[in-house]
Protein backbone atom coordinates (compact mmCIF):
# COMPACT_ATOMS: atom_id res chain seq x y z
CA UNK A 1 0.00 0.00 0.00
CA UNK A 2 1.36 3.18 -0.90
CA UNK A 3 1.44 5.35 2.17
CA UNK A 4 2.72 8.67 1.07
CA UNK A 5 0.91 11.82 1.65
CA UNK A 6 0.83 14.98 -0.26
CA UNK A 7 0.08 18.06 2.61
CA UNK A 8 -1.01 21.56 0.82
CA UNK A 9 -1.17 23.63 3.41
CA UNK A 10 0.58 27.53 2.86
CA UNK A 11 0.53 28.21 6.99
CA UNK A 12 3.60 26.74 7.56
CA UNK A 13 2.95 26.22 11.76
CA UNK A 14 0.01 23.91 10.46
CA UNK A 15 1.73 22.67 7.99
CA UNK A 16 5.23 21.62 10.28
CA UNK A 17 2.31 19.92 12.88
CA UNK A 18 0.59 17.66 10.64
CA UNK A 19 3.56 16.38 9.09
CA UNK A 20 5.36 15.55 12.98
CA UNK A 21 2.14 13.57 13.22
CA UNK A 22 1.39 12.12 10.03
CA UNK A 23 5.54 10.70 9.97
CA UNK A 24 4.77 9.48 13.27
CA UNK A 25 1.78 7.51 12.08
CA UNK A 26 4.25 5.78 9.64
CA UNK A 27 3.59 7.94 6.51
CA UNK A 28 6.21 9.80 4.05
CA UNK A 29 4.72 13.80 3.26
CA UNK A 30 5.88 16.00 0.99
CA UNK A 31 4.51 19.22 1.66
CA UNK A 32 3.99 21.93 -0.81
CA UNK A 33 3.45 25.74 0.51
CA UNK A 34 0.68 26.39 -2.20
CA UNK A 35 -1.48 24.80 -5.13
CA UNK A 36 1.37 25.26 -7.69
CA UNK A 37 4.00 23.59 -6.19
CA UNK A 38 1.30 20.99 -5.25
CA UNK A 39 0.64 20.36 -8.79
CA UNK A 40 4.61 20.29 -9.16
CA UNK A 41 4.82 17.79 -6.05
CA UNK A 42 2.09 15.99 -8.01
CA UNK A 43 3.08 15.43 -11.21
CA UNK A 44 6.82 13.96 -10.22
CA UNK A 45 5.00 11.13 -7.83
CA UNK A 46 2.37 9.46 -7.12
CA UNK A 47 0.17 10.15 -3.96
CA UNK A 48 -2.09 7.80 -1.87
CA UNK A 49 -3.79 10.67 -0.40
CA UNK A 50 -3.52 14.33 -0.62
CA UNK A 51 -4.35 16.27 2.31
CA UNK A 52 -5.58 20.43 1.72
CA UNK A 53 -6.63 23.35 2.49
CA UNK A 54 -9.65 24.14 0.78
CA UNK A 55 -9.07 28.25 1.07
CA UNK A 56 -5.60 29.44 -0.91
CA UNK A 57 -4.71 31.89 -2.86
CA UNK A 58 -3.93 31.20 -6.58
CA UNK A 59 -6.52 27.54 -6.77
CA UNK A 60 -8.90 26.57 -4.43
CA UNK A 61 -8.42 23.22 -2.95
CA UNK A 62 -11.72 21.83 -5.08
CA UNK A 63 -9.52 23.44 -8.09
CA UNK A 64 -6.52 21.12 -6.67
CA UNK A 65 -8.90 18.12 -6.54
CA UNK A 66 -9.91 18.65 -10.21
CA UNK A 67 -6.65 19.23 -11.71
CA UNK A 68 -4.35 16.21 -9.53
CA UNK A 69 -7.77 13.60 -9.95
CA UNK A 70 -7.59 14.33 -14.02
CA UNK A 71 -4.34 12.36 -13.80
CA UNK A 72 -4.84 9.91 -11.10
CA UNK A 73 -8.04 8.56 -10.12
CA UNK A 74 -7.38 6.66 -7.58
CA UNK A 75 -5.46 9.68 -5.12
CA UNK A 76 -7.94 10.13 -2.02
CA UNK A 77 -8.26 13.67 -1.29
CA UNK A 78 -8.76 15.10 2.66
CA UNK A 79 -10.05 18.69 3.04
CA UNK A 80 -9.14 21.05 5.47
CA UNK A 81 -11.58 24.17 6.23
CA UNK A 82 -11.93 26.67 8.86
CA UNK A 83 -15.30 27.79 8.10
CA UNK A 84 -16.80 24.22 8.74
CA UNK A 85 -21.14 24.99 8.63
CA UNK A 86 -21.70 27.33 6.27
CA UNK A 87 -18.63 26.15 3.52
CA UNK A 88 -19.60 22.64 3.93
CA UNK A 89 -23.35 23.55 2.83
CA UNK A 90 -22.04 25.38 -0.36
CA UNK A 91 -19.99 22.42 -1.16
CA UNK A 92 -22.09 19.98 -0.98
CA UNK A 93 -20.26 17.58 -3.37
CA UNK A 94 -17.94 16.91 -0.42
CA UNK A 95 -18.61 14.07 2.11
CA UNK A 96 -18.61 14.84 5.75
CA UNK A 97 -15.35 12.06 5.60
CA UNK A 98 -13.78 13.72 3.61
CA UNK A 99 -13.49 17.25 5.60
CA UNK A 100 -11.41 18.30 9.08
CA UNK A 101 -12.41 21.23 10.98
CA UNK A 102 -9.09 23.22 10.88
CA UNK A 103 -9.81 25.79 13.53
CA UNK A 104 -9.61 24.32 16.34
CA UNK A 105 -7.36 21.88 14.10
CA UNK A 106 -7.20 18.27 15.72
CA UNK A 107 -3.99 15.76 15.13
CA UNK A 108 -6.02 12.98 16.17
CA UNK A 109 -9.26 13.95 13.65
CA UNK A 110 -5.96 14.38 10.80
CA UNK A 111 -4.49 10.96 11.24
CA UNK A 112 -8.09 9.55 11.64
CA UNK A 113 -8.96 10.85 8.03
CA UNK A 114 -5.72 9.54 6.71
CA UNK A 115 -5.97 6.36 7.71
CA UNK A 116 -9.20 6.15 6.61
CA UNK A 117 -8.57 7.80 3.33
CA UNK A 118 -6.46 4.88 2.95
CA UNK A 119 -8.51 2.48 3.97
CA UNK A 120 -11.48 3.54 1.54
CA UNK A 121 -9.16 3.27 -1.27
CA UNK A 122 -9.57 -0.10 -2.00
Known amino acids: MMRSVLLVDQKQSTAQLVKIYLRADG ?3 DHASDP ?3 LQY ?3 SQYGVVVTDLVMS ?5 DLYREIRSCDVH ?3 VFML ?3 GDALRLLGSLKRSDVIK ?3 LSM ?3 ICKVRAAFTNSH
Open 27 to 29: YEV
Open 36 to 38: LEA
Open 42 to 44: ASR
Open 58 to 62: GMSGI
Open 75 to 77: VRF
Open 82 to 84: SLY
Open 102 to 104: KEP
Open 108 to 110: NEV
